[in-house]
């Protein structure tokens, strides 16, 4: 036993303490940098607003330009001034719509499957190949489109549909969306408390009648975050159009037709060699804002909806 | 209650039937569509490998045979160079050898030099390798009715000198190294700006920021980023770092004159702000799985807040926090939208330099080939898809070893 | 040989119940009667409420557990092959612990059982008739299509008791059903149990042994056997019995309130 240790423990070798409040520099020093850089992420988004915001406002300035046009016009042919958003967007709202119609489906189901049927085995085998189809680049999916899925749409409606068209990006945009709706989904269904599945087979439900008529109604508003954030993602989604859907800025809902979202257009027309502070550059930024609105407006009701729906099974 | 009736006896027991067998109809569907996703999966998957390994047919401007006795696909390494150093005039020689030793280069580099200056090749027709492997006669007749002149040969176009070779625009030469390297270089300088910021402020929101309105606006602005398009962020490093930072982006600081703007440091940074939200997101999580109790030891010997982040909890968020970070690094590698707005450049055959040259990036590659009208630059577009996805799993693979290695020991 | 007559509603013969190797409930021989309301008392953890989950095949959803011996019903085997737990869990209602309306109006908290049982009928009358028998009716007749979500903890148990009558079961398995409520809400269950087991068969879990001595016509007392951590009935009689007099020193210190 080493004694000195012991006699100086016990002869209190430490100052005495003041107990005062101590200033520490280093301390207060530390949390302001971090807070600041927590903040810098305000300034991301500010940063976009402003940037985008700036350019659009140019493109708005452009006597060839007037916001109403923008915003009601079908007709967008930069060539003669012609800068009528719908165009871009008829397409975007086509391809998202085809998205959204095979990822809920298939999205909501394969969750349900996932969170009331599946074994612990099935789950372990089934979430990583959702997870793995969840991490593949959209520029390979992009490649899908054009040369597997365009090929036997091409077959099955003969010559009614072109090398590019929107059903093609559409369907694959939605075996992109699939994984993150039943991801989403998934976890809103298994928010849903076991009590209320309890109460459901007590009264004598099969599974079937648990699952779809008392626990996916429980978590209608979770799966319906979901949903609105895989619109989200379907609207800002550029590569699969880019490379499925054509380059051309018509205004049509038909899918076996070729037509240029929003995205796709920013990417081709940026793409090329574009000069600065010319109109067509500009207009560009205009496409962004819209988008960015969009987007951040979906996003922020769907995380209202689930901070609301995790409120009601506290 | 008595007049109230339900179902009884036989009536209740094919009633009952009636419902499994609804059941077991609905459960097959729910099983069908995890079928859908799996079926997406493999047609994706044997799609990329079937366009990467096929027949092709080539043409030859110049026969063969005024260069070499031999067929030339039997020539070796020094008779390669032989042949090439014979017949290339001696600029051309002297140039192939300034971008790489002439004498280091391989077997097939060779050949595919001799094939490109000497032989002229022109590639007429692809076939797929299902098409290969099942209907040889066929494609051999309609080649030999087609292009009588043509040879018919088995080509890999996913070949260890795809990934070595530089770009090139004959896609029967071209290779993905300029873009992988690319790649790399942004990924690198993504992750050196959002690690150190990605953590920064998820340690200040999970163990200093007070429950209040700012820190509550901080939490809902990451969120939200993490759902914006990532053509949004490209359109955002095209107005800031491309231009308004031309400055720095290009390198005209420090003295390198030869480039504007859209070089791997603008590119890098816009992905770095993109991964940004994701960094923290994951980082949060890794911090909050860290148990209380080891704070409040930590506080309990008289640590201040800082050295309890510093010597307890950041060791024991660690290894969740850097698969966090490879997470983002690999969506990072894949995300191919940014890049175009801000401008990777698409014929790109010089190695990148350094943060700021100019630069292509294999999704880059990809989506260029693929838009080609050409069937073979499909192909080759085929087989930088297997390299990048890859490159993906090793990533991937990379961090599921990380989050083993070190499960939590609490 | 005569038939056996089924006058019991409920009969358990040397039944066990387990949970993977773990002996959860051993050996018990219980006969409780029809229109009556049984008790199952005991300190927590001695298995009352997997007893009462094995009467109604709740058991079934955890993937390890398993029944040995019979429970028989009307001198049906619950776990004999051919009998579908569906229909079992139809004739056998429950009330649980924690009150749990599903996230509906009142009214299609009760029409929806109904309904996947295959009620024929007049809907809007079942509504009516199932909230006036479990009292509720007068309180929420304006709100019918409202959340059930709106109501108070009492009130939506009371729901949950009317929901399960709706479905005209047997028996009704009660597992702490007053546990989670107010002294008054806990008065009017317990009153409305008493007009219920007109019609009832009754089965409650309490943890309350003032509450099982008011309201019950028999109890079982469980107990843990010291070495296994099995489970199992130590005394069943006369409610009455069972607190002043009871047999076994265990249920005498423990209704006593000496039990540690």
Known sequence: MDVSVNKSLASNSFRPATLKRKRRLNEGLIETILFMVGFLTIFVTVGIVIVLGDQALLFFNDPEVTLVEFLTSTKWVPAIGEFGIWALVSATLTTSAIAILVAVPLGVSAATYLSEYASLRARSVLKPILEVLAGIPTVVYGYFALLFVTPILRSVFDNRIGVYNMLSAGLVMGIMILPLISSMSEDALSAVPNSLREAAYAMGATKLEASLQVVVPSALSGIGAAVIVGISRAVGETMIVAVASGATSDFTFNPLKAAETMTAHIARISGGDLSYNSVDYNSLFAIALMLFLVTLVLNLISQWVISKFREQYE | ???????????????????????????????????????????????????????????????????????????????????????????????????????????????????????????????????????????????????????????????????????????????????????????????????????????????????????????????????????????????????????????????????????IMSAGLTMGILVLPLVIINAQEAIKAVPDSIRQAAFGVGATRWQTIWSHVLPNALPGILTGSILAMSRAVGETAPLIIVGASTFISVDPSGPFSKFTALPIQIYQWTARAQPEFHNIAAAAIIVLLILLLTLNASAILLRNRFQRRY | MQPEIPQYAIETRDLSIYYGPFEAVKNVDLKIEKQKITAIIGPSGCGKSTLLRAFNRMNDFVPTSRVDGEILMHGTNLYSKDIDPVEVRRKIGMVFQKPNPFPKSIYDNIAWGARINGFKGNMDELVEQSLRNAALWEEVKDKLKKSAYELSGGQQQRLCIARTIAIQPDIILMDEPASALDPISTLRIEELMQELKKNYTIIIVTHNMQQAARVSDYTAMMMLYEDT????????????????RPSDKRTEDYVTGRFG
């Open chain 3, 229 to 244: 951590r099995s489970g199992t009935v130590i005394e069943f009689d006369d409610t009455k019995k069972i607190f002043t």
């Open chain 2, 1 to 263: 209650m008595a007049r109230f009736s339900y179902p009884e006896k036989q009536d209740l027991q094919k009633f009952v039937a009636a419902r499994y067998r609804k059941a077991w109809i609905w459960q097959l569907i729910f099983m069908a569509t995890l079928l859908v996703a799996i079926v997406s999966l493999a047609a994706l998957l044997l799609n990329v490998v079937d366009g990467a390994f096929g027949y092709a047919a080539f043409e030859y401007k110049k026969d063969p045979a005024q260069f070499s006795d031999k067929p030339i696909e039997e020539l070796n390494r020094e008779e390669l160079l032989a042949v090439l150093q014979e017949n290339l005039s001696t600029g051309a020689y002297k140039k192939l050898d300034n971008e790489s030793p002439m004498e280091k280069r391989s077997q097939i580099e060779l050949y595919y030099l001799v094939q490109e200056r000497l032989l002229q090749v022109d590639t007429k027709a692809t076939y797929s390798l299902f098409d290969s492997l099942f209907n040889r006669h066929e494609i051999e007749t309609e080649v030999g009715e087609k292009y009588p002149e043509a040879r018919l040969e088995f080509r890999y176009w996913l070949t260890p000198a795809f990934v070595t070779s530089p770009m090139s625009s004959r896609a029967e030469f071209a290779g993905v190294r300029t873009a992988v390297l690319g790649s790399l270089w942004l990924v690198g300088i993504a992750i050196l700006f959002a690690l150190p910021v990605g953590v920064g402020a998820a340690i200040y929101l999970q163990e200093y920021a007070r429950k209040n309105f700012l820190n509550r606006l901080i939490q809902t602005n990451i969120n939200n980023l993490a759902g914006v398009p990532s053509i949004v962020y490209g359109m955002l490093g095209l107005a800031i770092f491309v231009r308004a930072w031309e400055a720095f982006t290009s390198g005209a600081m420090f003295g390198i004159t030869d480039t504007n703007g859209r070089t």
